[in-house]
């Protein structure tokens, strides 16, 4: 089964400096994103990318755009996030597996440190074969632009827990008088004992 994340690279030459521009759109097969939003399975994402073939192999530069939608924690209105984002991650070139070793073991300083620092990362992005799977990155991007509880906005102040009315739409002084719903259920159940 064909990965929607994996884009072939074929077109762009494995010399420095060589460079290549795509619009990419990821129809996604299941939904993306956090537990109470995500965008949802048969959404598209967005992609303009930038590949750019370095020493060390390809450089991604990447738009993100994407919409997530979920529902407001307190009403349960719809929410829906716009996610905008750049990205930048280097994929390389698959090593042998000697040099594989050589790495694990020696920590070298690199020489262009400084344009390093955002390509650094914990999990390093490797190109398989001319194959660049974009997944992690575009992962990366939507997680971190999405809230754990979403919210239709920071003054929600949700809904009333006996109507389910929001709070916003109801008078201010919208109360439910408690004794009032008690007495209708006693008074049901006592008319039907006092017939027997
Ligand atoms: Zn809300
Ligand atoms: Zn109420």
Redesign the pocket.
Known sequence: MANIFEFNTHELPRRAGEMKEYQLDITLDEDMGVPLISVPAGDLIEVDARLESVTEGILLSADIYAIAKGE?I??L?PVEIVIDRKIQDLYRYEPSSDTRKEKKSQKKPRKNEEEDVDLESDDELWMDGNIMNLETPIRDAIVLDLPVNP???KE?Q?LCPDCGEKWASLGEGHVHEAIDARWAGLSGLDFKNSDE
Do not use: A, F, H, Y
Request: overall charge neutral; hydrophobic content about 10%; aromatic content about 0%.
């Open positions: 407001c307190r009403c209105d919210l239709c906005s929600c949700g």
